[in-house]
């Protein structure tokens, strides 16, 4: 009954490489979001979608392009992987969209060699 | 954007009580004080917030002073897996922030 659900947990993976982070939720929330945690903690919004609508794209590459296929579920895929994409990506979720009372997910950590 | 201060660092006997303060002598009105843990290795986990009154739910107590330029998170009966890092935030309730979370106090529960 896990709340806000990622996978993979670990990916390790090449440079110029395409991979995909995939988020579920199960507690009915409209808005759902991407976060970037870096060496020093540092929580970094990256993308929010609300009902499947983007909302929120915090200056990040194009080479991630979330995709949100109905409200509770919203992937993110990266193309052309760089090392500095190295990180702990969070999913979270929000009943009302800017909530700050977010539920998050395990964090996928994506190591870039 | 308010900021915080918080204590780098505090240890906690467990079954005693957790306090864990947090100053933000800068709060604008409509600020709300949210509090946060991150368990090593897992996604952060929201605990509690408030706007002004003192709130309680099943995790945690949140006391607000009056003035709101500090507050207090308590754990009522500190658990070895209450061991994290505790983190208060200052946000009005809705709104986009480009960043959540700063240094927190790493909270210790010992044995």
């Known amino acids: 009954d896990t709340a806000v659900s990622q996978t993979p947990k670990y990916l390790v993976t090449q440079m110029g490489n395409d991979k995909s982070i995939k988020c579920e939720q199960n507690l009915g929330h409209d808005t759902m979001y991407w976060y970037k945690q870096d060496s020093k903690k540092f929580l970094k919004i990256m993308f929010s979608?609300?009902?499947?609508?983007?909302?929120i794209n915090e200056t990040v590459p194009n080479r991630f392009s979330p995709k949100s296929p109905d409200k509770a579920h919203l992937n993110l895929h990266i193309n052309s992987l760089e090392l500095g994409d190295s990180a702990v990506y969070f999913c979270?979720?929000?009943?009302?969209?800017?909530?700050?009372?977010?539920?998050f997910g395990p964090g996928t950590r994506l190591t870039v060699t | 954007d308010a900021k915080t201060t918080q204590p780098t660092s505090m240890d906690c006997a467990e079954g005693r009580a957790a306090n864990l303060p947090c100053n933000h002598s800068?709060?604008?009105?409509?600020?709300?004080v949210y509090w946060y843990r991150q368990i090593h290795s897992q996604g952060p986990q929201y605990i509690i917030h408030g706007l002004k009154n003192n709130e309680t739910n099943e995790m945690a107590s949140l006391i607000i002073t009056e003035d709101r330029k500090s507050s207090t998170l308590i754990l009522p009966h500190a658990t070895l897996r209450d061991t994290a890092v505790y983190y208060c935030?200052?946000?009005?309730?809705?709104?986009?922030?480009?960043?959540?979370f700063g240094t927190g106090t790493r909270l210790k529960v010992l044995a």
């Open positions: 800068t709060i604008s009105g409509n600020e709300y």
């Open positions: 979608y609300n009902n499947k609508e983007l909302i």
């Open positions: 979270a979720s929000s009943q009302v969209v800017g909530s700050y009372e977010q539920y």
């Open positions: 935030i200052v946000r009005v309730s809705q709104g986009t922030y480009k960043y959540i």
